[in-house]
């Protein structure tokens, strides 16, 4: 082998090596550079995902807040709901208070000359108004005959209350617990009930209108005053008017009749 050919193969062995090393160099370098990126890629998705956890968390924090905020919201809304509603009852309330008292000063106002001289008494009991006549002024003892006295006085009273407009009366007999029992009266029932209706008669003869008008009696178990003294029994006889309640203008009236009809209506489907 020539001298020359020697030192190709030398030179040409010198220069694979050193290309060789420069290759592995280069691709060591880059596998260092990839594991570095990996690593780094590895901490970012390790951040991310601590991060969607904290966003997870308040996100779930927010929903919480937003839902209790809802709530607070409707309940408030609620609350304003029933003050309104709180508020139009007792305006409502009101209102009707103010106008039983107008119809019992005009009442009383109209009745003041029979008050004056003792005749009667108008008065409010259980929340209505009422017209208290003494029965002795009326009546005989033990007799459901008015007196021509009673007579008058029940035709002029009979005359203030026709004028007042839409309201309905309800003539009320009491006595005292002195029993009666007689082939007329078997007990004072009898007696207090043909009293009250005696009454009415009066009164429808004087103008009032038949359909505004009712009788009933309470016997001696409504006593105003002690039956164990003679002054108390005779406040105790006596004969109430009263003056009938518009229903349909108290609390709760709207509710009551719709009760009422919705068991009408479930009674007749049954």
Known sequence: MS???????????????CVSSSKFEKVES???????????????????QLQKQD??????????KLGRASDD??????????????LAEATRRKLETEKRMKNYKRLADKLKSFTETGQLSV???????????????LFSSGSSSLSSKGKETIRKVGGVLKTIDERKFQVEGHTDNVPIKTSKFPSNWELAASRATNVVKEMVDSGMAKERISAASFSFFRPVASNDT???????????IVIVPDMSALP???????????????????
């Open 230 to 240: 003679p002054e108390g029994r005779e406040l105790n006889r006596r004969i109430e």
């Open 73 to 86: 919201q409707a309940s408030l809304k609620a609350s304003i709901v029933q003050m309104k509603e709180a």
């Open 123 to 137: 008065k409010i009991v259980d929340g209505r108004m009422v017209v208290a006549l003494p029965g002795d002024v």
């Open 55 to 64: 966003l997870e968390t308040l996100v779930g924090q927010l929903e919480r």
């Open 3 to 17: 001298a020359k050919l020697v030192i190709t193969i030398s030179m040409s062995t010198f220069m694979l090596g």
């Open 30 to 48: 880059e596998l260092r550079a990839s594991q570095g990126r990996e690593s780094q890629l590895q901490k970012d998705i390790e951040k991310s």
């Open 252 to 270: 709760g009236y709207e509710e009551l009749q719709k009760l009422s009809d919705d068991q009408n209506q479930k009674a007749e489907g049954e």
